[in-house]
């Protein structure tokens, strides 16, 4: 029973954290920064910190900004080596029949996963999106429920998907607040950036059926630091986008949801990530790759295993405030069992100013450990006996 409740206040805990943090009584008096879009939000990636919002609960059609879910579980596929960037993929007759945005992909041809990634980041083919999710899941239909069972994981109560697409359907929705959750947890994945940053390329490069591909997020030119992610139109959604953009230390993203033209979207972007980029500056307290803590487990190979953020601890300031100091936590969550891999949640690093919480970041492992074997455990004891003995 203790340990059937100890996994629920885990649970709570973690849901909580992958919210966006509160915003501040000063910020709700930020100006008004979005004129055509229905619903909008901005928050930085690396603090949680959500800087501006308009009704970003309310529920619409996601249109192809349904691909950031897509795409999550693609780098996650990716991550767990399921799936690699060199791997064919053999496209299906209904995979090939998408209508909509696509990269005209004829059943029976085979395409790279790599190739395949970059028509879904670049040019939002419909065809390579359900052509991935049948290689992933066996079915879209599975891959479907996946992406929902994605969005309960991450604490999404206002998201459910009916296709990986974004194309119309019945019960398809989403909100700014989701997709900016969602676009978070797919940043985790740096190489990601890779892909949703190109302005242009080409797929099947030097054959008669060689196809350009260009990207429908134009800001990847005109804006600086931009890097993705997705845009999004249909005719009931109108214009969309979930976009990325980095400077220094901190990692912007904005949303918009049901913009009247093209161009109005991406002035409601460029408002928003202007506001947040001109009136805040990122204090960066450690980078994801700093070892923060060494944990020994006596049953574990390698016995003592490093930890680290998740990602890097940035904590935002107004640039009209002054530095301040921060103090830091590192809080360990209850021993798992082995074997680990590497990634797996072994606590938290908590920053406080002021007595409160700023910031909190898990704990991730740097490595996969595995069970010690009869012969390394017997090594260790013998060698804490002989060291015991000389002392």
Sequence with gaps: MQKLIGSILILMVTLSILQPASIKAEEKSAPD????????????KNSGMMLYEKDAHQELPPASMTKVMTLLLIMEALEKENISLEEKVRISEHAASMGGSQIFLEAGEEMTVQDLLKGIAVASGNDASVAMAERIAGSEKEFVNQMN?????????????????GLPAKGHYSTAHDMAVMARELLLHDEVTQYTSIYDDYLRKGKDNEFWLVTTNKLIKSYPGMDGLKTGYTSEAKYCLTASAKRDDMH?????????????????????????????????????????????????????????????????????????????????????????????HMGWVIVEKDGKEVAKVRLETKEKVEKASFINLWERSWRNLTSFQRF
């Design 33 to 44: 920064l979005v004129d055509s879009a229905k619903s909008a939000i901005l928050l930085e």
């Design 252 to 344: 912007m993203i904005a949303v918009v949801m049901g913009a009247e033209t093209p161009k109005d979207r991406n002035s409601d972007i460029t408002s928003l990530l202007d506001y947040g980029f001109g009136q805040y500056e990122g204090v960066k307290l450690y980078d994801k790759k700093d070892t923060l803590k060494t944990m020994k487990l006596t049953r574990g190979q390698p016995e003592n295993i490093k930890l680290s953020p998740e990602k890097d601890v940035v904590i935002l300031k107004k640039k009209s405030e002054k530095e301040q100091a921060y103090d830091t936590k590192i809080k360990l969550v209850e021993q798992k069992e082995l074997p680990l891999s590497r990634g797996d």
């Design 149 to 165: 069972k994605k969005a309960q994981d991450l604490g999404l109560k206002n998201t459910h998907f009916e296709n990986p697409t």
